[in-house]
């Protein structure tokens, strides 16, 4: 039986930056991320009837299946065995995978990869986990951003700051608030250092320690203005996470630098959007592209000045989404 599941990514409102255990994913803080609707994982799995090896393959935009890179699949091998130990079972999987829109290149695409794999698998075992489990099961993958992309609409993971094994929690749906994403595309090679390897070093940034002081008031502060679809409150504190998170790469001991001319182009129009009273503010994950989040009446205007700038390759547009869903349109 195949089974084919499109996952989305999500983009981080309060970062994920920092582990007290890379292995299993477990934070050092809580995070908050908006599910998006377009940007999305479409994986089909299907379980193989003989012992063996579990065969991994990308599938490209034209439907041809490739070979994986070497990475790739020792990332999917090892998600499986730990799905495999989850149900208690053995067998090998077929798996092809492909996203629509960049991957490694700050979009949350292992987020959805792995949220899509963890919720493919289940089915082809005929489990029914709920969406707490599966949190815990995208988590596994060693991606903690998967664990939030398994809900739609507005996430919060780790739901219980006392204990970062906690799954993800819902905190609002797509339906209470329609923020648009729209992706500013500056550079789509796949980016130089991992977020793994940026978790590892974000605790050698002088700026780590006054970061996680500061957190437990914006976790609050964001909490509330999705409560009450507050952008003017919301914004600001997604601008400060995002920069943050890139002054403690910067100051990570090797440095990590993810911004590039383009990233800086689309931060001053941002600012310009601003002062021409546009509501958009600029969010970026462990790449160069920037997100700009924006309420539905802006979209038009944020879209016109970011697709102008002439280092912007392109525009991705998204939205808060509802989530994953499984589909018929198998990729093998
Ligand atoms: C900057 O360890 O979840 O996106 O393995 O690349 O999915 P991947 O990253 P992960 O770290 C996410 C880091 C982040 C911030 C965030 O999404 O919270």
């Known amino acids: 039986m195949k089974v084919t599941v499109e996952a989305p990514a999500n983009i981080a409102f309060i970062k994920y930056w920092g582990a007290r255990d890379l292995e299993s994913a477990l934070p050092e803080n809580a995070s908050v991320s908006m599910t998006l609707d377009h940007c999305r994982a479409r994986t089909t799995v299907e379980r193989l009837p003989a012992a063996g090896r579990d065969e991994v393959l990308l599938a490209t935009a034209g439907g041809v299946l490739e070979e994986a890179p070497v ?16 149900a208690a079972v053995e067998v090998p999987f077929r798996v092809a995978t492909r996203n629509n829109f960049p991957t490694g290149a700050g979009i949350a695409s292992s987020a959805a990869g792995f949220a899509a794999l963890a ?30 992309s398994v809900m739609g609409g507005y996430v919060r993971w780790p739901a ?29 090679a796949f980016k130089s250092v991992s977020s793994r390897e940026g978790h590892r070093r974000a605790s050698t940034s002088p700026q780590f320690a006054l970061r996680q002081e500061r957190l437990g008031e914006r976790l609050a502060a964001v909490g509330q203005a999705i409560r009450d679809r507050d952008l003017e409150r919301l914004g600001p504190i997604v601008e400060q996470e995002a920069i943050d998170l890139h002054l403690i790469a910067m100051s990570s001991r090797p440095p990590i630098f993810y911004w590039r001319p383009g990233t800086l182009e689309v931060l001053e129009a941002v600012r310009q959007l601003r002062a021409r009273g546009v509501g958009a503010w600029f969010t970026m994950d462990a790449g160069p592209n920037v997100h700009v989040i924006c309420g539905p009446g802006d979209e038009e205007a944020v879209a016109a000045a970011l697709a102008g700038l002439p280092r912007v390759i392109s525009l991705l547009r998204d939205r808060v989404g509802t989530g994953p869903r499984s589909i018929e349109e198998h990729l093998f």
């Open 119 to 148: 919720i493919a698998v289940a089915a082809s075992l005929e489990r029914d986990p709920d969406a707490a489990e599966l949190s815990l099961l995208a988590r596994l993958s060693g991606s903690g951003s998967a664990a939030r």
């Open 71 to 86: 990475a790739f699949v020792a990332g999917v091998r090892r998600h499986l065995d730990q799905l495999r130990r989850w």
């Open 160 to 188: 219980d700051d006392a204990d970062p094994a906690s799954p993800a929690v819902s905190l609002a749906p797509a339906d209470h608030w329609p923020l648009c994403d729209l992706v500013a595309v500056v550079d789509t």
